[in-house]
């Protein structure tokens, strides 16, 4: 995965004018849609857009750097790119702390993709697993754990041979039952 942001949007106004099609949109509030698929896309609208993904990003970041500070900083003294801390690192004062916790979280909250090994090393993760296996722990620890099953109906030879009747896309085809495991 990746710690980053991502806004995307495509305009197609000025095509659909080629075609003669005014397309009219109605928002409440000026910064709903600074960029959008219809209307015009202005200087200020895109600023807008990149203030609003500046701020998603910074509280994710935030959000990391809540949960994974002492494992960020940790893998990243570790691996040598600063001074190794004394001892007593976590105690130092905070303009210390603040300066190793923002180069660790600015190395991983960039928008790069880790792979499972990397996120490892890098302290975002505390372990590597399956989901096989984090399942079967969850069970150990007396967690209840449902099984999804899709229940579908039996397809014979008329529907292999005409295709299915129109009604049969109802609910019906589509219901879930969860089963204990």
């Known amino acids: ?11 197609v106004q000025k095509a659909l004018e080629n ?8 928002l409440g509030g000026k910064n ?16 807008t857009m990149q203030v609003m993904i500046d701020r998603i990003h910074d509280s994710f970041r935030e959000h990391v750097r809540e949960a994974r500070e002492d494992s960020l900083v940790k893998a990243f003294v570790a691996e040598g790119d600063t ?4 001892s007593n690192y976590f105690q130092l004062g905070s303009q210390t702390k603040l300066s190793h916790s923002q180069q660790s979280l600015d190395r991983v909250a960039n928008g ?11 302290g975002l993760v505390d372990r590597l697993i399956t989901s096989d296996e ?4 969850r069970i150990q620890h007396g967690t209840r754990v449902l099984k999804l099953v899709i229940h579908r109906r039996p397809v014979g030879l008329s529907t292999l041979l005409m295709g299915p009747p129109h009604h049969s896309f109802g609910w019906k085809q589509w219901i879930v039952r969860a089963k204990n495991v």
């Open 19 to 26: 075609f003669g099609v005014r397309p009219y949109v109605f």
């Open 134 to 137: 984090y399942i079967a722990e």
């Open 83 to 86: 001074d190794k801390p004394p």
């Open 112 to 122: 790069d993709v880790f792979l499972g090994v990397q996120a490892l090393k890098l």
């Open 1 to 11: 995965g990746s710690i980053g942001v991502i806004g995307q949007s495509v305009n």
């Open 32 to 47: 709903k849609q600074p960029v959008g698929m219809f209307g015009d896309v202005t200087k200020d609208g895109m600023e």
